[in-house]
T-cell receptor, first 115, second 113 residues
Framework: KAGVTQTPRYLIKTRGQQVTLSCSPI?????VSWYQQTPGQGLQFLFE???????NKGNFPGRFSGRQFSNSRSEMNVSTLELGDSALYLC??????????????FGPGTRLTVL | GEDVEQSLFLSVREGDSSVINCTYT??????LYWYKQEPGAGLQLLTY?????DMKQDQRLTVLLNKKDKHLSLRIADTQTGDSAIYFC?????????????FGQGTTLQVKP
């Protein structure tokens, strides 16, 4: 079974631009979560989507948004980029059930650099 | 509160056992996870433990959970150079199973030949 895929793997943008990152979950997984990883703040939860609905959200400004499509693929968008948005963005997929263990499997990440 | 703490660095000799420690604050955490991250890669799920368990063993990995002290540890037996990586513990909060994991800062494991 193929793992979680993320595109693109690397991205360079300038301040003020916007960016869209894509995540394809493991086949059969209906939940996609997004995380930001930086040296200073570590791994921080952005949001989670299940069946095209945002089910949980972290403490990030409204410039960070996401969506999920009917095939469970997800995109996240960051508008008006700031230097501090430079990070590794990781997505994770899971079955998404609310009961029992909900193991999350991560993709390789998208490395975003904002100049 | 949401807080997971780990020591930042551990160095061991090849063949020794490694013990990576983690403390968490949410007493209602249901599942606790260990992930491994190699340079330039995403996170690899190593193992997990349910909060009503004390111990879980999976080949070279042993997870110990002390719920009273909110302390979690990962023991790697016969540590190899390929085990060099950053190890993260993570918790889910209470009954919240909606994909939100709270991660520690990560422990860098250095394995010397």
């Amino acid at each position: 079974k193929a793992g979680v895929t993320q595109t693109p793997r690397y991205l360079i943008k300038t301040r003020g631009q916007q960016v869209t990152l894509s995540c394809s979950p493991i086949s059969g997984h209906r939940s996609v979560s997004w995380y930001q990883q930086t040296p200073g703040q570590g791994l921080q939860f952005l949001f989670e989507y299940f069946s095209e609905t945002q089910r949980n959200k972290g403490n990030f400004p409204g410039r960070f948004s996401g969506r999920q499509f009917s095939n469970s693929r997800s995109e996240m968008n960051v508008s008006t980029l700031e230097l501090g948005d430079s990070a590794l963005y990781l997505c994770a997929s899971s079955l998404g059930g609310l009961a029992g263990n909900n193991e999350q499997f991560f993709g390789p990440g998208t490395r975003l650099t904002v100049l | 509160g949401e807080d997971v703490e780990q020591s930042l660095f551990l160095s061991v000799r090849e063949g020794d056992s490694s013990v990576i420690n983690c403390t968490y604050t949410d007493s209602s955490s249901t599942y606790l996870y260990w992930y491994k991250q190699e340079p330039g890669a995403g996170l690899q799920l190593l193992t997990y433990i349910f909060s009503n368990m004390d111990m879980k063993q999976d080949q070279r990995l042993t997870v110990l959970l002390n719920k009273k002290d909110k302390h979690l540890s990962l023991r790697i037996a016969d540590t190899q150079t390929g085990d060099s990586a950053i190890y993260f513990c993570a918790e889910t909060l209470g009954e919240d199973n909606t994909g939100k994991l709270i991660f520690g800062q990560g422990t860098t494991l250095q394995v010397k030949p």
